[in-house]
């Protein structure tokens, strides 16, 4: 059981450039999101959905687009990377609404992005 | 606004002292909070909720509302407790978890 797979697990883009960060859970869960975890910052929400064809804004969406076509999958889209875009990016996916019965979330093991 | 603080970046003890980790939040619905562990090369993961009232690897941590913390606790450390800890916050009226910025625990022999 994969649970949560993200891909790629390292990438260096050039000012401007566009790529999607993958994210695919094979848990039938409803729920899924990106953060960006910094140093000093922690955890920050980027976007999520509640399932397929819904998604919503976090704390920090600007720069970053996503789509929920299917159930398993939630890519991650930066159209035009910037320098602060530089970070480790986490899917994590949760039963329910946001884990709406337990709170759990679980992640995937993170992607590293320097964009330069 | 909504947010999560944990003041401490870095919690240094010695094994078998005492640890606890702080947590404070500002949400004007009625909070549903959690505690994370990522310890080295491993993911993310949960280690306790607040609903459940459980103890978990001997850590505790207790709601005070009052005093807007959830702080986490343990009476004796272990050096496998190294890691970095970040509290979260549910919101009960958005489908949103949001993270403070950890702190990283190292404890030491």
């Known amino acids: 059981n994969a649970g949560v797979t993200q891909t790629p697990k390292f990438q260096v883009l050039k000012t401007g450039q566009s790529m999607t960060l993958q994210c695919a859970q094979d848990m039938n869960h409803e729920y899924m999101s990106w953060y960006r975890q910094d140093p000093g910052m922690g955890l920050r929400l980027i976007h999520y959905?509640?399932?397929?064809?819904?998604?919503d804004q976090g704390e920090v969406p600007n720069g970053y687009n996503v789509s929920r076509s299917t159930t398993e999958d939630f890519p991650l889209r930066l159209l035009s990377a910037a320098p602060s875009q530089t970070s480790v990016y986490f899917c994590?996916?949760?039963?329910?609404?946001?884990?709406?019965?337990?709170?759990?979330?679980?992640f995937g093991e993170g992607s590293r992005l320097t964009v330069l | 606004a909504q947010r999560v603080t944990q003041p401490e970046k870095l919690l240094s003890v010695f094994k078998g002292a005492p640890v606890e980790l702080k947590c404070n939040y500002s949400y004007s619905g009625s909070p549903e909070l959690f505690w994370y562990v990522q310890y080295s090369r491993q993911r993310l993961q949960l280690l306790l909720r607040h609903i459940s009232r459980e103890s978990i690897k001997g850590f505790t941590a207790d709601l005070n509302k009052g005093e807007t913390s959830f702080h986490l606790k343990k009476p004796f450390a272990q050096e496998e407790d190294s890691a970095m800890y970040y509290c979260a916050l549910k919101y009960s009226s958005a489908s949103k978890i949001i993270f403070g910025s950890g702190t990283r625990l190292s404890i030491r022999p």
């Open positions: 959905s509640v399932g397929a064809g819904i998604t």
């Open positions: 994590a996916s949760s039963k329910g609404v946001a884990g709406a019965r337990t709170g759990e979330l679980f």
